[in-house]
């Protein structure tokens, strides 16, 4: 789970850097789906196994506490992003190095004309910019899980039908949700990522994390129905072919509603469930292939470990990428640029994840708590030496120490 968290991350970084080379050979780039349904599909999986323990021991009330914390936490990353991401582009324009206006390409003036009522729009989630729409859908999923949780404890397939019927009711766009409410040109954008839709692939993954859902056989004939679904997927998505046909622009724009990314279109789900399922029966029983050989296990540590600490890299990455995407822009998108370029973003997710993983060990407790053990071994030794000197003897210089 954590290494294709990581890997999601990862292609996520890529796709964010604007008009990076590399994004031609991602995953979106040859089918419906891309990485968020990756990264989606495995924080179901997460959740169930974070949250499940909870709701199970300690009783509904408790485990609702638990995911309401949570979506605190989710909710401060992106109020900070948001800020973060908008002085990293202010810092770009002001520098004066940069021919592109950084704060226009991500549509930001009209929070910084307009900045009291977008600001209350900000804090309620009615103010989505684009760009940073990812975590308030996560956060509107993540609010949903102690009422499925409930429902699954009367009937599973209660749960799952209120899935789909959630999600087949997003499809007409009656639940939408406001991304513009306090613009002064009357916008009616709504949300790029709608949540009532999006759940259908959270849930996926985390009913089969909660053992909801059996895992799916791994027989040759489903194998190689994923692989058709794949590549029948391919001529349709290819900005290729779709460049080049005009009946696959045709069928794309008469038949978007099986494709839309806000509402997570059926094929969008029925091509990644070919691609999950293709992963699973590729990386072998417990991922053991991920890890056979110096390597791959060298590889795959990495990568997980990006997974890991998934929200710290993905708030890092968002940023990142803007201010790589800004410099390759510079450099013309030179190879050597787009190398470096890449390769330095990936660098920063991974060292992310290690000072983040470090901070959340506490590092300090463990020092104090050896700097303690010394302490009260010397304050031992003064006793010691204390209690064996003669009446009137000196005190020895280790009595000073303190403990």
Known sequence: MDFFRGLALIIILVNHLTDNPWALWTPS????????????????????LAFGAVFARAGMLLGTARVLYRVWQVYWVHIGLFFCGLLAMLVLNQSGWFPRDEVGALNLYPFLRNTGPNLIGLFTLTYVPNYFDVLPMYIGILAMIP???LVARIDVKLAFLCSLTLWAVAQAGWLDLP????FANGSTRTWFFNPFAWQLVFFTGFALASGWLPAPPQRADLAWAAVAVVLLTVPFAWHVSIGSFEFVRNWRSD???LHDKTHFGLLRYVHFLALAYLAWVV???AGARLTAGPLRRRVTAVVALIGTQSLAVFAMSMVLARVLGAVLRLYEFSFAATVAVNLLGVLGLVLTAWATGWIKSAPWKAAM???GGTHAASAALARQDLAEAPAGAPVPARVEVKA
């Open 283 to 285: 990386v072998g029983p």
């Open 179 to 182: 991304a513009e409410w306090w």
């Open 255 to 257: 038949w978007v509603i």
């Open 369 to 371: 708590r050896q700097s």
């Open 29 to 48: 780039r040859f089918g419906f789906s891309d990485a968020t349904e990756i990264f989606v599909f495995c924080s179901g999986l997460a959740s169930a």
């Open 147 to 149: 009422a499925f949780v």
